[in-house]
């Protein structure tokens, strides 16, 4: 990409399309497009092409998505199926109609089925049945990924998707109900250390096993793909499984990550697993062979990451 390009994000204040634009501002890149929901509703077809027409952007990053939790998942899986599918459909349509020259969807490993073999590999995909708590999200997700796989098959677009494993950083979702492990966890410690509590308690065993990357590194990845030259990418990918898993290739149990976020923290009390409450899956991690064929690995580790983003929940969340 040129520095001139148009560089259109959607989501833009979401965790990962902020690591975007951060990344794309320290590269120098200055013509971001970016709009608000209340300016563009993404679910409208009609403001979605006539946004197109009028900014022709060069690029595109579709980071915009309904999330939530089991309880938000299971409390609304109409919502989203439907939002999902329909903020997909619209921006990869209209940026085929607009001439594009690159677009990148991001969906999320949960696109996987539920019992699969360890690490999950890209090939599959639809070989089995989903986690029922979020198989509309998922659906939707493999949606967007087969839009861009047939637009490319039909019309010669260069429309590409990666897909993340768990995300945690700068910009994260802390609230109390709805948010992932990590943040919940590292408010919990905070309120501990602040409070002088004995004990934080945590769900499960602590034995599951989880991947965790750092969404600067997401970012960076994301950028890399979009980026990557057509010849690579094709070598490495293809028409009808061409996308690719971001992560690092390596997991730690519960325990272990919180015994990190309690370092980090500065937490002194007891450490406590519940295991009464249920762990989930035992282990879900990703091959991320293709993407390291290409050329790319992760470079923060995960100490570094929770010190960046609890240095940040400081400063901003509190």
């Known amino acids: 990409m040129n520095l001139n390009d148009k560089i ?43 946004f197109f027409s009028q900014e022709n952007p060069d690029y595109v990053i579709l980071a915009a998505a309904k999330v939530g ?37 991001l969906g999320s490993t949960c696109i996987y089925p539920k019992a699969v073999e360890q690490p999950m590999r890209e090939d599959v995909l639809l070989t089995d049945v989903l986690e029922p708590t979020n198989e509309p999200y998922a659906l939707a997700k493999i949606a967007g990924i087969k839009l861009c796989e047939s637009y490319n098959r039909q019309h010669g677009t260069d429309f590409r998707s990666v897909m993340p494993t768990n995300l945690y950083g700068i910009n994260d979702n802390f609230h109390p109900e709805n948010s ?11 309120q501990a250390k602040v409070n002088n509590d004995p004990e934080v308690v945590v769900w499960g065993t ?26 690579t990418y094709k070598d ?35 450490l406590t697993f519940d295991a009464t409450k249920p762990d989930g899956a035992p282990k879900k991690l990703i091959d991320v062979t293709r993407l390291e064929n290409m050329g790319w690995q992760y470079n923060i580790d995960l100490k570094d990451g929770l010190t960046k983003t609890y240095n940040w929940y400081l400063e901003s969340c509190k």
């Open 8 to 50: 259109y994000i959607a989501g833009h204040r979401g965790l990962v399309g902020s690591a975007i634009i951060r990344q794309l501002e320290l590269r120098g890149f200055t013509n971001i497009l970016m709009r608000m929901h209340k300016e563009l509703d993404l679910t409208n077809q009609a403001q979605v092409q006539s």
């Open 236 to 270: 490495n990918t293809q028409p009808m499984l061409s996308h690719i898993n971001v992560g690092t290739g390596k997991d730690i149990t519960i325990r272990e990550m919180a015994e990190t976020m309690k370092q980090v923290v500065g937490y002194e009390g007891k």
């Open 180 to 190: 992932h492990v990590i943040p919940a966890l590292m408010q919990r410690f905070h």
């Open 69 to 105: 939790g089991i309880h938000a998942n299971n409390t609304y899986p109409a919502d989203f199926i439907y939002q999902n599918m329909m903020i997909e459909a619209n921006v990869i349509n209209s940026a085929f109609e607009s001439k594009v020259k690159r677009l990148l969807f």
């Open 206 to 231: 602590g034995n599951a096993m989880r991947e965790f990357l750092y969404v600067d590194d997401m970012a960076q990845a994301s950028l890399f793909v979009l980026e990557l030259d057509e010849q």
